[in-house]
């Protein structure tokens, strides 16, 4: 399953997509410790399975937050949480 944790507002869609399908059997939980801004936590599913989410007082405020990782004309690629995650699950709409 892809979920999505941001917004989206009049200047643009500031998503994160977390592929967790592919954080259940994730030994290492690169993202938790590779974001500057420690985004990513991990939490149980209804169904008892670790994933990682994005911290739920930090979505409305995503592009603030990652803008210093995310230089508009020059991002970096990939992104630190995305080198920090060996399964590729993490994509941003912006
Ligand atoms: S490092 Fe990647 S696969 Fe592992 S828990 Fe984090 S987002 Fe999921
Ligand atoms: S872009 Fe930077 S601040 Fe935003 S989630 Fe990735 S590592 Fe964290």
């Not at 936590?41 to 603030?64: K, P």
């Not at 004309?73 to 399964?87: E, I, T």
Request: net charge negative; charged share 30%.
């Amino acid at each position: 399953m892809i979920a999505n944790y941001g917004c989206e507002d009049g200047s643009g869609i500031y998503y994160i997509r977390i592929d967790t399908g592919k954080c259940g059997d994730c030994q290492l939980r690169g993202c938790v410790g590779g974001c500057p801004q420690e985004l990513f936590v991990i939490e149980e599913d209804d169904w008892g399975d670790e994933m990682a989410v994005v911290r739920e007082d930090r979505r409305r405020t995503l592009q603030a937050v990652c803008a210093a990782c995310k230089p508009q004309d020059r991002p970096p690629d990939p992104l630190p949480c995305q080198s920090a995650c060996d399964r590729q699950a993490i994509e941003h709409t912006w």
